[in-house]
């Protein structure tokens, strides 16, 4: 809800026009709808875009998938590196370990499967849907602010 809205509605409020203020249909013109939400975030991503575009990853839906493919690899190959040498843990990242900071994202999110095919097809139809939305940088942007939110969550324990 905008500012104009918001006073809107108190001051109707106030008058003892409280029926009106929420059915009346300026009240409902006024009622942008997170549309001014909408364009914010749309000229950040623009922004984005303009600035970091260069440096941006096309396709990065497909990198994911393939390494999660990798990390299926060698769940069956050597499950025991898989999660002895390649999870995101504080204790030995602390201890100079510092490849786990990167190599947790190889780690698959679930046993291999009938599903997990499926998980995987909806990452790529979802992510080459959101880049060619979004754009390029959008959808890094996500990612990043992703990867960075379970990094910071893995590595508060430490404290």
């Known amino acids: 809800m905008t500012k104009d809205t918001i006073k ?17 249909r300026e009240s409902l ?16 991503l623009n922004k984005m875009e303009r600035k970091f575009g260069r440096y941006a990853i ?4 497909t990198y994911i998938i393939g390494a999660y493919v990798i ?8 499950p025991g590196v898989l999660y002895n040498y390649l999870s ?7 201890r100079g ?5 990167i190599t947790w ?7 291999p499967g009938i599903f997990t095919i499926i998980m995987l097809m909806l990452y790529y139809s979802l992510g080459n849907s959101l880049e ?6 959008g959808i890094m942007l996500i990612f990043f602010q992703e990867l960075f939110r379970q990094l910071s969550e893995h590595l508060s324990y430490m404290l």
């Open 8 to 24: 809107f509605i108190i001051d109707s409020a106030l008058t003892g026009r409280r029926d009106r203020a929420f059915l009346s």
């Open 29 to 44: 013109q006024n009622t942008r709808c997170g549309k001014e939400d909408e364009r914010t975030f749309m000229n950040f």
């Open 58 to 61: 096309h396709n990065l839906s």
């Open 71 to 78: 990390g299926y690899f060698l769940y069956f190959l050597a």
């Open 88 to 94: 995101l843990e504080p204790y030995y990242i602390l």
């Open 97 to 101: 370990q510092i490849w786990r900071l």
């Open 105 to 111: 994202v190889l780690i698959p999110p679930e046993s």
């Open 132 to 137: 060619q939305t979004w754009g390029r940088s």
